[in-house]
């Protein structure tokens, strides 16, 4: 099974900062990896695929990188409405996720 | 508009058994994999099982297999998950999501809204 760890598992930033949160994988998934957000009580929401595609709809203050191991996404310009659990996800062998990285905005 | 309607979530047994169904609108359902994920309360997100659009191949986590089935009958829109011998660490959050593409192996880009199956003596 790839296992797959997401740091820091909690985040505080403030209104306009940058954040990166990382996702590593333990052995390579090219760059069959995707990011969520999930606010409480509601399904998760698809932001990134495919490493560093941006989802129809999605602003681009969201943006992914990496590839093999190693990935981060980045938070630009963050807002209030930020503040959510975001969970990397890899599909290069069936799928997992990480276990979330806690986003609080101050 | 896309839509995923999960049912079938309630309180059950330890050892019973649960069917939950997650009905989809606004799509052509059959050219599509689906995808159950879970998430216990208060957790992160676990993949538990997908099948392709056409019915034809079906894949499952580690921890569910041989004691849940994924199944679809693509001529109601409806996806299925027959789960037996349900634990304690069943507990959780049952998504429905609908993958990219028709084959497995993708991400998951709409979701329903859940329902919860609770096991507890």
């Known amino acids: 099974d790839i296992h797959m760890t997401q740091s820091p598992s909690t985040l505080s930033a403030s209104v306009g900062d940058k954040v990166t949160i990382t996702c590593r994988a333990s052995?390579?998934?090219?760059?069959?990896l995707a990011w969520y957000q999930q606010k409480p009580g509601k399904a998760p929401k698809l932001l990134i695929y495919?490493?560093?595609n941006l989802e129809t709809g999605v602003p681009s203050k969201f943006s992914g990188s990496g590839s093999g191991t190693e990935f981060t996404l980045t938070i630009s310009r963050l807002q209030p409405d930020d503040s959510a659990t975001y969970y990397c996800?890899?599909?290069?062998?069936?799928?997992?996720f990480g276990q979330g990285t806690r986003l609080e905005i101050k | 508009e896309v839509q995923l309607l999960e049912s079938g979530g309630r309180f059950v047994r330890p050892g019973g058994s649960l069917r939950l169904s997650c009905a989809g609108s606004?799509?052509?359902?059959?050219?599509?994999?689906m995808t159950w994920v879970r998430q216990t309360p208060g957790q992160g997100l676990e993949w538990i099982s997908s099948?392709?659009?056409?019915?034809?191949?079906?894949y499952y986590a580690d921890s569910v297999k041989g004691r849940f089935t994924i199944s679809r009958d693509n001529s109601k829109n409806t996806l299925y998950l027959q789960m037996r011998s349900l634990g304690a660490g069943d507990t959780a959050i049952y998504y429905c999501?609908?993958?990219?593409?028709?084959?497995?192996?993708?991400?998951?880009?709409?979701w329903g809204q859940g329902t919860l199956v609770t096991v507890s003596s």
């Open positions: 999501a609908k993958d990219r593409g028709g084959s497995f192996g993708g991400e998951f880009h709409y």
């Open positions: 606004g799509f052509t359902f059959s050219s599509y994999a």
């Open positions: 099948i392709s659009g056409s019915n034809t191949n079906t």
């Open positions: 052995q390579s998934i090219n760059r069959w």
């Open positions: 495919q490493a560093s």
């Open positions: 996800q890899q599909y290069h062998i069936h799928s997992n």
